[in-house]
C-alpha cells in the first residue's frame, strides 16, 4: 500500500493559475510562491456573497492519538461535493512543525484526499508561521529592553511580565527558563519560559483579525504586565504594534493551494485547539465563502475543544454561522473510548464499539446545543467490519443523525459522495443561525462552569488560589465580558486524559487563567495540559530524510 507522500508525489499538480480560475479569481490577484502556491489579496472578501454561501463544519469524536482523519474527511468531503456538481473550497489551519516533528505527522490530510504540495505545506509553507514567531519575539525583546532600560523606562515590574517567547517546535526543556543571567549588560534577570508558536497569542490574533487595521489594533491590546504602582502596561504602551504589523504584512494574506483532485484549497493561519482556538483565520473562511457556494472548514481535536471555540469565540465575534456539523468518528475511537487497548484497535470488537458508542453520544448531544444539524461521517479503515460500522448507524438512527460511511483515504472525493449530498440535503434544511452556548457578557466564572458542564459534562468547577487571584486580575483590568478559550486535553471529555469514554461526576480544576486581550479571550488552564508539547521517545523526526535530488522522505 503506497504511504501519503508515495501518493502525494506521484499526484500531477496543476499550475495555481487554473485553481485560481476555479474561483474567478484572476492572475494579478495572485502573490505566487511557486507554481502550485500563491497567497491572495484581502480584496477579494465580499461580505454580502459570503452571508449566502454555506459553510460546513468538521469535528470529530473524542480521538485516539493517532487522530481520526478530520482533516482528510474535510478533504474528502470537498473533493465529493464538487463531484457531485457543487462549487466547494476547502479551508483549513497550517501545520505546525511541532507534530510534524513529533508524534502525528503532518497534517495536510492522507492518502487520496490530500491538499499538494504536501512536502511545502508541512515544511514552512510561506513563512506565515515564521513571521508570527518574529512578531511575537519582537514583543519580548521590546519588553526586556524597557527593563533595561534607565531613560526610557515605563517603570514595569518584571515579576508581573506575563509575555513569554515562542517557537514552532516541541521542546520541554524551554518550558521554564530563566533570562538575563550574565551581569548587568545582559538584561536584568527573571524567570519566563517559551510556548509553541501555534499557541502564541499573535497567531490568535491573527486568525481573528478582520484586516490589517483591526491586527494591529489587536496586537496593541496585548497585556504585558503591571507597573510597580500597579498600572497596567500594554504592548501599545511600548510603540511596537506597528512593526509587529509590519512583519505579519504577508502573513495576512490567505494561501491558496489545490486538493489533490484539482479543487481549491485556502490554508491559513494554525492553532492547536487543546491550547489555543483551533482554528483557521477568519479572514481564510470569509475569503472561502466569498468565492465559493461551499466551504467545508475543520476545528481541531474532538467538538468539545475547537468545534466549541469555533462557535463561541469565532463565530460570535465574526459574525458566522455554519449550516451543518459533520462528526468525523471512527471504528478505532469507539473501540478505544470502550476500553480497547490501544494494541488491538485493529482487531474485530463489536462488543466495544457498542460500549464506546455514549462519547460519539455526547458530542452529537453538543452540536444540539448550538442549534445546528449534524451528519456523521464513519471514516472507514480496511480493518473495520460491516457489522461493527452497522452499530454505529443504529446508534445515529435512533437518535435522528444521519450516519455516512465514506472512504475518502482509499477513493478520495468517490469515497464522499454519499457524505456530500446527505450535506447538500442538511444544509439546506438548516433556516436559522446556531445558537450561542453563553453570552460573553455573562461573570467569567458563569462562562467557565457552563462550558464545562454543558459540554465537558462535568459536576463543578474548582478553582486553585492562582485561578482565583487571575479572576480578581481580570476583573480588575475590566476583561470579564471577553468569551473563554479553554485549554484541556483532547484525550478525554473531562481534564484528566485517562477518563475515555463519556466519563460523569467529575470536578475541573482550573489552576490559571492566562489574558489573551490583543486576541480577545481568556485562557483557564485545566489539569496538567502544557502550552509548551515535548517530543516523543522517538520523534516523527527520526525518520525524515532527503535525497541528493531534494526529494523528501518520511513524511506521513
Known amino acids: 500500500m503506497a504511504s501519503d507522500i508515495d501518493i ?12 485560481a480560475q476555479q474561483l474567478n479569481i484572476p492572475e494579478s490577484q495572485l502573490h505566487y510562491y511557486g507554481r502550485h502556491i500563491a497567497k491572495l489579496p484581502l480584496s477579494l472578501i465580499n461580505l454580502e456573497k459570503a452571508k449566502q454561501s454555506n459553510l460546513i463544519l468538521v469535528s470529530a469524536i473524542s480521538p485516539t492519538p493517532a487522530g481520526e482523519g478530520k482533516t482528510t474527511t474535510s478533504i474528502g468531503l470537498t473533493q465529493g461535493l464538487n463531484r457531485i456538481g457543487k462549487q ?60 533595561q ?28 527558563v530563566v533570562i538575563g543571567l550574565g ?19 499573535i497567531m490568535a490574533i491573527l486568525c481573528l483579525s478582520d484586516d490589517r ?62 491550547i489555543a482556538q483551533g482554528t483557521n483565520t477568519v479572514i481564510a473562511t470569509r475569503m472561502g465563502l466569498s468565492l465559493s457556494d461551499y466551504v467545508v472548514t475543520e476545528a481541531g481535536f474532538g467538538f468539545d475543544l475547537g468545534a466549541e471555540k469555533f462557535f463561541d469565540i469565532k463565530c460570535q465575534g465574526a459574525g458566522l454561522s455554519p449550516k451543518v456539523v459533520v462528526l468525523v468518528a471512527t471504528i478505532r ?12 484497535l485493529t482487531t474485530p470488537d463489536p462488543a466495544a464499539v457498542q460500549k464506546g458508542l455514549p462519547n460519539l453520544e455526547k458530542h452529537l448531544e453538543n452540536i444540539r446545543h448550538f442549534g445546528v444539524r449534524a451528519v456523521v461521517a464513519i471514516n472507514r479503515f480496511t480493518t473495520d467490519t460491516d457489522e461493527e460500522v452497522r452499530l454505529v448507524q443504529e446508534r445515529c438512527a435512533a437518535i435522528g443523525v444521519p450516519a455516512i460511511p465514506c472512504d475518502v483515504w482509499g477513493a478520495g472525493g468517490g469515497g464522499a459522495t454519499e457524505l456530500a449530498q446527505t450535506v447538500v440535503e442538511q444544509a439546506a434544511a438548516q433556516t436559522k443561525p446556531f445558537t450561542p452556548l453563553y453570552d460573553w457578557n455573562w461573570s467569567v466564572e458563569e462562562k467557565i462552569k457552563t462550558i464545562a458542564t454543558k459540554i465537558y459534562g462535568a459536576e ?38 485517562d477518563l475515555l469514554g463519556r466519563p460523569k461526576d467529575f ?16 485562557v483557564p488552564i485545566t489539569g496538567d495540559i502544557m502550552r509548551m508539547p515535548g517530543l516523543p521517545a522517538t520523534p516523527a523526526a527520526e525518520v525524515i530524510d532527503i535525497d541528493a535530488e531534494g526529494n523528501i522522505s518520511g513524511l506521513f
Open 213 to 274: 487595521i483591526n491586527l494591529k489594533e489587536r496586537l496593541g491590546n496585548i497585556f504585558i504586565g503591571f507597573t510597580f504602582d500597579k498600572k497596567p502596561i500594554y504592548a501599545r504602551d511600548l510603540n511596537v504594534q506597528g512593526a509587529m504589523a509590519a512583519l505579519l504584512k504577508d502573513a495576512i494574506r490567505p494561501n491558496l493551494v489545490q486538493t489533490i483532485e484539482g479543487n481549491p484549497a485556502i490554508i491559513h493561519g494554525g492553532p492547536f485547539a487543546n
Open 507 to 522: 470536578i475541573v480544576t482550573v489552576r490559571e487563567i492566562e489574558i489573551a486581550a490583543g486576541a480577545g479571550f481568556l
Open 88 to 147: 466547494a473550497t476547502v479551508v483549513l489551519r497550517e501545520p505546525s512543525l511541532g507534530p510534524v516533528f513529533g508524534i502525528k505527522g503532518g497534517a495536510t490530510g492522507g492518502g487520496y484526499s490530500q491538499v499538494l504540495p504536501m512536502e511545502d505545506i508541512n515544511l514552512h509553507f510561506t513563512g506565515d508561521f515564521g513571521a508570527i514567531e518574529k512578531a511575537h519575539n519582537l514583543l519580548a525583546a521590546i519588553v526586556d529592553n524597557n527593563l
Open 149 to 176: 532600560s534607565k531613560s526610557r523606562s515605563l517603570n514595569i515590574d518584571p515579576r508581573t511580565v506575563l509575555w513569554k517567547r515562542v517557537m514552532d517546535m516541541n521542546d520541554r526543556a524551554l518550558r521554564h
Open 8 to 19: 502525494a508525489q506521484a499526484a500531477k499538480m496543476r499550475p495555481i493559475q487554473e485553481i
Open 183 to 201: 551581569g548587568t549588560a545582559s538584561g536584568v534577570p527573571r524567570e519566563t519560559g517559551f510556548d509553541i508558536t501555534a499557541a502564541s497569542e
Open 460 to 497: 463543578s468547577i474548582d478553582y486553585t488560589s492562582r485561578a482565583r487571584a487571575d479572576l480578581k486580575k481580570i476583573s480588575s483590568l475590566g476583561l470579564d465580558h471577553l468569551p473563554i478559550c479553554m485549554a484541556k486535553t483532547q484525550k478525554s471529555l473531562s481534564d484528566n486524559p
Open 333 to 344: 475511537a469507539l473501540k478505544y473510548h470502550g476500553g480497547a487497548d490501544l494494541k488491538n
